[in-house]
């Protein structure tokens, strides 16, 4: 039954992403395993009404993806060789309404996002670091691929990120102008471009649409550019068209980290991170032509205190929302504030300043805006006047057990992504008036879950309210309980999830606890502020009461619980180790902070040092390492680089030398390690996720239950 839990879970058919345009195309990417059942791909569909329209397939992977107004779509895919395999970049490609799709370019590292708007399509591309354009591009690339060299030399913070090394290349905001009929024989070669390839062999070329599916949503392509005018065709040595050919725009100083492209395709705002004096990888905010016919105006200059990201443009141009953090530091807890600017004027009014919930507004028209957030477990819909001093609630909040997720407007209704801990992805409209949710086409699985969900409230040292979630299996019980800290800090238990997916535990005939402790977001500034500034204290000490409520009730068996964590969760599992003496039978951690000192001078994180100097001699885990008493489980994965490998090898040593915990009859340790070498801060392979799970199972099997736990033959 649990292997079988695993599998359901892992193997169901995932929405991976929505685009829609504002005449109200939806289109959605839909990630399943591959034919060996090894890895994701992604194919993409359109939501028409009631029927769900197949716009790619066969084995190719689908990355990234642009609606047109037209009905055309853009998107980039891996063509597959005669020898099986996906060519190293994707190839631009575009699909009309009727007929094949036609690849308009390819190049060198290929290509990340991608935006329709206007006549112009804009792509995010990684160009060399040392090219103007991409015909040095492909030329400098080729040297360095031709020399072998593998190294970068870095000038700025960081010098990678959650789970990929930065550099040698640079991200580049790239523009395309698009032909006025893209699909006739006579819509080809830009001035001075020449031909270079044509289709693979299997008719995947430029009259055919490729194969298609892609990685999961985790697994996405780097940002890349336009075809070198020399390279071979992975796939082919027959001639190919390059049909677009992209121009590089002048950034501002710094690393390109955010855009927002108007509809018109003129202007984009665009973050670009730098360091300088005091200020360590802070993003300044521009106002960018995509002309290039004016120099990029600067909006908003980082400072020490904070800075500030772009939303969407206005409908008719004037205005943006843009978002205001309030960094984390010694003396500030976290604040997130959205903001309407005036493009003309330079200045900014604070979006529904009564409404105390973090959130990211979209515009429904030039006088409304909508937005979600998390919202006491649950997620919230919003709708207000632009200059309103707080929004409706249009839908979700209290009462129901959905969250909203990836909030756009099609032809005058929302477009959202909804979920809830028992509920898997799937595509919804949201009447902008009623705030009436109606299911839309789901090409996606449903994922049954087993047993039942319900709620568990305390009351926090300080007299908070606090609330969790609990999972319970089927049966009367007595269950044991497996409790499950959320990662972030900023977070909350309130949507699906495929990592730690409360699933298969269930399944197992564990009740699964999620509590929202102290720095849970949808419960108001305040409750962040309670535990910022104390890792440690009250999120730790909500957790305990959250869990003596639970464990005082008839179903949960009070004497076989086990606690678990990753991330910020996992610096909770290592803290409640060392805190808890044996009041848990074993801890699980993943990707866990293990010494909070350490963790600041090696993580790609630029906020947490110095946010941390205070905390460091209260809150450091490893600085109860005698204390731990339990077994202990530590999950990591070497290209972690949010939570680097280091904090995993030393928790490993310190139980090793340190703690307190009995060791077994041979007098050898009952900690494990579960180590991935390929994998990063999220476990995200097919095979190496369902290892995970069977892991994490055995182990507690093996300390809550006493069963014997057969190791999988996959782990050798």
Same mark, same amino acid.
């Given at each position: ?144 691929t031709k020399a072998k060299v593998s190294a970068a030399l870095h000038a700025e913070f960081p010098t990678r990120y959650w789970d990929h090394d930065l550099g040698p290349t640079r991200p580049v905001l790239a523009v395309a102008e698009l032909p006025e009929d893209l699909f006739s024989a006579e819509a080809t070669l830009p001035p001075g471009a020449e031909e270079v390839g044509a289709g693979s062999e299997d008719g995947a070329g430029a009259a055919s649409a490729p194969d298609a599916d892609t990685p999961s ?35 501002? &100083?710094?690393?390109? *980290?955010? !855009? ?8 984009? $705002? +665009? /973050?670009? =991170? @730098? ?77 529904? &300043?009564?409404?105390? *919930?973090? !959130? ?8 409304? $805006? +909508? /937005?979600? =957030? @998390? ?98 299996? @089927? ?202 070498p390929d994998e990063g801060h999220w476990i995200l392979g097919r095979g190496n996720a369902q290892v995970w799970y069977e892991t994490f199972l055995g182990f507690l099997d093996e300390h809550v239950r006493g069963a014997q736990w057969e190791r999988p033959a996959t782990l050798g």
């Amino acid at each position: 039954m649990t292997r079988e839990s695993i599998e359901t879970l892992l193997d169901a058919s995932r929405l991976s992403g929505l685009e829609t345009t504002a005449r109200g195309r939806v289109l959605a990417t839909v990630a399943r395993p591959d034919a060996k059942g090894t890895s994701y791909r992604r194919t993409l569909v359109e939501l028409d009404g009631e029927r769900i329209l197949p716009l790619t397939r066969g084995s190719a992977s689908i990355g990234s993806v642009a609606a047109a107004e037209d009905g055309t779509t853009f998107f980039t895919a891996k063509r597959v060789g005669e020898d099986g395999e996906e060519a190293e970049d994707a190839q631009l490609w575009a699909l009309p309404v009727r007929g094949e799709a036609r690849e308009l370019a390819s190049r060198t590292g290929g290509f990340g996002s991608l935006q329709v708007a206007g006549n112009r399509l804009i792509a995010v591309l990684e160009v060399h670091s040392q090219a103007a354009d991409e015909t040095e591009h492909a030329e400098l690339t080729g040297e360095r691929t031709k020399a072998k060299v593998s190294a970068a030399l870095h000038a700025e913070f960081p010098t990678r990120y959650w789970d990929h090394d930065l550099g040698p290349t640079r991200p580049v905001l790239a523009v395309a102008e698009l032909p006025e009929d893209l699909f006739s024989a006579e819509a080809t070669l830009p001035p001075g471009a020449e031909e270079v390839g044509a289709g693979s062999e299997d008719g995947a070329g430029a009259a055919s649409a490729p194969d298609a599916d892609t990685p999961s949503a985790a697994v996405a392509e780097p940002p890349s550019a336009d075809a070198d005018p020399t390279a071979e065709d992975p796939a082919s040595d027959a001639p190919r068209r390059q049909v677009l050919h992209f121009r590089h725009l002048a950034l501002p &100083p710094g690393r390109l *980290r955010e !855009v927002t492209v108007d509809r018109a395709g003129e202007r984009a $705002l +665009v /973050a670009m =991170s @730098d360091s300088r004096g005091d200020l360590l990888a802070a993003s300044d905010l521009y106002l960018l032509d995509l002309t290039g016919d004016t120099p990029p105006r600067l909006l908003r200059e980082a400072t020490a205190q904070g800075e500030h990201s772009p939303g969407a443009f206005s409908p008719d141009g004037t205005r943006a929302v843009i978002v205001r953090e309030q960094h984390w530091s010694g003396e500030a807890a976290l604040d997130v504030h959205a903001e309407v600017l005036d493009l003309a004027t330079g200045e900014s009014t604070d979006v529904w &300043p009564e409404l105390d *919930r973090w !959130v990211h507004p979209e515009w429904l028209d030039d006088s409304t $805006l +909508v /937005a979600t =957030s @998390d919202d006491q477990g649950r997620g919230a819909v919003w709708s207000g006047a632009v200059d309103a001093a707080a929004p409706r609630l249009l839908t979700g909040g209290p009462g129901q057990d959905l969250a909203f997720s990836s909030l756009s407007v099609a032809g005058g209704r929302l477009i959202a992504l909804a979920s809830g801990i028992s509920v898997a992805p799937h595509p919804v409209r949201i009447d902008p008036v009623t705030g009436e949710v109606t299911a839309l086409p789901n090409p996606a699985d449903e994922v049954p879950q087993p047993g039942t969900l319900t709620e568990v409230t305390a009351t926090a040292e300080d007299g908070t309210a606090l609330r969790a979630w609990l999972r319970l299996p @089927d049966g009367e019980g007595p269950h044991p309980l497996v409790v499950f800290a959320h990662g972030g800090p900023w977070g909350s238990w309130n949507a699906w999830t495929y990592r730690w997916n409360p699933g298969p535990f269930v399944a197992a005939g564990y009740a699964v606890l999620l509590p929202d402790p102290a720095i849970s977001t949808g419960y108001g500034q305040a409750m962040i502020e309670r535990g910022q500034h104390e890792l440690g204290g009250a999120p730790y000490t909500d957790i305990m009461a959250l869990t003596d409520a639970t464990v005082a009730r008839d179903d949960i068996d009070e004497t076989a619980t086990a606690f678990a964590g990753g991330s910020y969760g996992g610096y909770m599992a290592n803290w409640v180790a060392g805190h808890t003496g044996e009041r848990f039978r074993c801890i699980v951690t993943h990707a866990s902070l293990w010494d909070t000192e350490s963790m600041g001078h090696t993580t790609d994180n630029a906020g947490w040092e110095r946010s941390m100097r205070a905390q460091n001699q209260l809150y450091n885990p490893k600085a109860s390492v005698a204390e731990i008493r339990v077994p202990m489980l530590v999950i990591h994965g070497d290209k972690d680089y949010r939570v680097p490998i280091a904090q995993g090898h030393a928790l490993w040593y310190d139980l090793h030398e340190f703690s307190a915990t009995p060791r077994d009859e041979q007098g050898r340790t009952r900690h494990r390690y579960l180590y991935f070498p390929d994998e990063g801060h999220w476990i995200l392979g097919r095979g190496n996720a369902q290892v995970w799970y069977e892991t994490f199972l055995g182990f507690l099997d093996e300390h809550v239950r006493g069963a014997q736990w057969e190791r999988p033959a996959t782990l050798g």
